[in-house]
């Protein structure tokens, strides 16, 4: 069965293309536009994975994936962003992706951490 993979990101640019790429891969796919958004979609909805921009308004990815651990949700969290940081270093993000990235970039990214949820 495919994966349902929650897509976060401010820029609706960026959330639907990433959005059809993932449809396109037969991934099940909820876009949100910020952290905040995001917990209310998955309050109701399970995901296997959440990909979640680094900077956004309301919540940004780093609070969102502090939120999941908080809650215990064992949701993995792949970060993405044009702007290089120490996220992948945190223990509750599983990946990270720096924008611009390539579709096999991100498809590779997601299976990985589906992998190790």
């Known amino acids: ?35 905040r958004e995001a917990l209310a979609i998955l309050d109701t909805v399970a995901v296997d994975l959440v990909l979640a921009d680094v900077v956004m308004p309301v919540m940004d990815g780093p ?3 502090a939120e999941l651990g908080r809650r215990g949700d064992g ?7 044009a702007v290089p940081g120490p996220w992948a270093a945190d223990g509750r993000v599983a990946g990270f992706l720096r924008k611009p990235f390539g579709s096999d970039e991100l498809l590779d990214a997601l299976r990985s951490a589906l992998k190790m949820s």
């Open 75 to 81: 949701v993995p969290v792949v970060l993405m962003s």
């Open 1 to 35: 069965m495919p994966a349902t993979i929650l897509v976060v990101d401010d820029h609706p640019g960026v959330a639907d293309t990433v959005a059809m790429l993932l449809r396109a891969d037969s991934f099940t796919v909820w876009v949100a536009r910020d952290g």
């Open 63 to 65: 609070a969102l994936a």
